[in-house]
């Protein structure tokens, strides 16, 4: 590296807020298949305490030797529903049990995978898992679900999406802060190292190195160099800036998969944002010239944002996954919870975003009396999106058990906190009631 390329990184480490959000390695579980729930239990945590047993002292070195912040270390393993679905449990609670252990013996922060895929139907270990969910998620602080209803290749499976709103309810009565573990997708990815929606792929390698970077101060301090100048120079610079963070984040992925002797996946460059103050999307937006988050034009700026980030990434980076582009969580990010405070972004626009972004509808509050069809008609309106736009869309909604609109929910960390959000009082029911499967749409079928 140049001396100024070093320097640079410097800087945008210790002024900009840039970091390695997490280090995943993802782990397959087929070969922990057992028709004794037990015996595949303990396989399970084997595996995944021999496998993982370096990573968080390695990722803590190359923290340690190139100053490189790397705030999480995480697991992310084959979805529960395919590996649990040979024995004859009940329910999986205990397979989370399982996983929860073996994250605290590793010390990682958090284990992806109590997942379960039925955008086309269900298998026995699907309904299991799904059933199992508001309790699996209360019973652990460090397991994380999610569950994909739909696909441009599928279509949307509206059974699953009227069972979601019921379990999204369910945890949401237990803990409402528990729902934050959870997301639903659409188009699920299977390199995602982000959080809750990371799981080991059915065709992905037995163990894999992935990284998921952020740096939204970095780019908001480069655009500050280029007020003024027009929408071009804005999205030249917004990629010459994910270039450069993306370079920092292949490295980084690069040496800690040499010295865990496991394959290197991929670095997903999202833009991911936190509490604190200079770490915003919203920020960014703003900065492209928006009074507020939520001012029309809004969808625009992110969209512009969006491309440029994956442009610059794509460049940077032999091999870039993931859901890489922007993240728009309301709870981890200042000014999203500031645009919400003073009305200038609801739900309605926040969807609208969704089908330029990254994800999804994420980590938005909404108040406890908010019937289960209204969050199942959430998710069927952002899986549409995902499906017809051949993109990765998601929810993750907390219903704040007795708090009203204007009301916070606090999650504390990175999580932050939400002000709740009203939602339209009309009701969905009779659709969500039907079920069946919306079918994949036209442009589906590329054969």
């Known amino acids: 590296m140049e001396t100024k390329q070093i320097l640079e990184t410097i800087q945008m480490v210790s002024e900009e807020k840039l970091d390695i959000r997490t280090i995943t390695m993802g782990i397959s579980l087929f070969d922990c298949i057992d028709s004794n729930g037990e015996k595949a239990r303990q396989k399970i945590y084997d595996k995944l305490t021999s496998s993982a047993k370096d990573l968080v002292k390695v990722a803590n070195q190359i923290e340690s030797e190139y100053g490189i912040p790397i705030v999480n270390k995480r697991l992310s393993v084959t979805p529960i529903s395919m590996i649990a679905a040979a024995c004859h449990d009940d329910n999986y609670v205990a397979y989370a049990e399982t996983m929860e252990k073996a994250a605290q013996t590793l010390g990682v922060d958090l284990i992806g995978g109590f997942s379960a895929l039925v955008q ?62 959870l997301v639903v997708f659409a188009n699920a990815v299977e390199d995602n190292p982000f959080m809750a929606g990371a799981f080991h792929g059915v065709g992905e390698a037995d163990k894999v190195i992935n990284v998921g970077i952020s740096g939204p101060g970095v780019v908001k301090r480069a655009l500050e160099k280029v007020r003024g100048e027009s929408i071009d120079i804005v999205s030249e610079t917004i990629k010459k800036t994910a270039f450069k963070v993306t370079r920092m984040g292949q490295f980084v992925g690069n040496v800690a998969a040499e010295r865990l002797n496991v394959p290197f996946g991929i670095v997903d460059l999202s833009l991911a944002p936190t509490p604190s103050q200079g770490d915003s999307v919203a920020e960014i937006l703003e900065e492209i010239g928006l009074q507020s988050v ?122 932050g906190y939400a002000p709740v959000m009203p939602v339209n009082l009309n009701s969905p029911a009779k659709m969500i009631n039907r079920g069946g499967r919306i079918p994949a749409p036209i442009h589906s079928f590329k054969n």
């Open 120 to 181: 086309k139907g269900y298998q026995t270990g699907d309904k299991k898992l799904i059933a199992s969910i508001p309790e699996a998620l209360n019973e652990t602080t460090r397991v994380c679900g999610s569950v994909n209803v739909g696909s441009t290749r599928a279509g949307i499976n509206m059974d699953a999406v009227k069972q979601m709103g019921q379990v999204v309810k369910q945890l949401a009565a237990i803990d409402p802060v528990s729902c934050m573990s």
């Open 294 to 415: 939520g001012a029309p034009g809004t969808t625009a700026a992110l969209a512009l944002l969006n491309d440029a980030v994956k442009k610059g990434g794509v460049m940077a980076c032999e091999h870039v996954g993931g859901l890489s582009g922007a993240f728009i969580p309301v709870s981890e990010d200042s000014g999203m919870i500031k645009a919400v405070e003073h009305s200038n972004l609801n739900i309605e626009k926040l969807e609208a975003m969704t089908a330029v972004c990254s994800v999804g509808l994420d980590m938005i509050a909404v108040p406890g009396d908010t019937p289960a069809e209204t969050i199942s008609g959430m998710i069927a309106d952002e899986a549409a999106i995902g499906v017809i736009n051949n993109k990765t869309t998601a929810v993750r909604v907390i219903p704040a058990t007795g708090k009203k609109v204007g009301e916070k929910i606090d999650f504390g960390g990175l999580f």
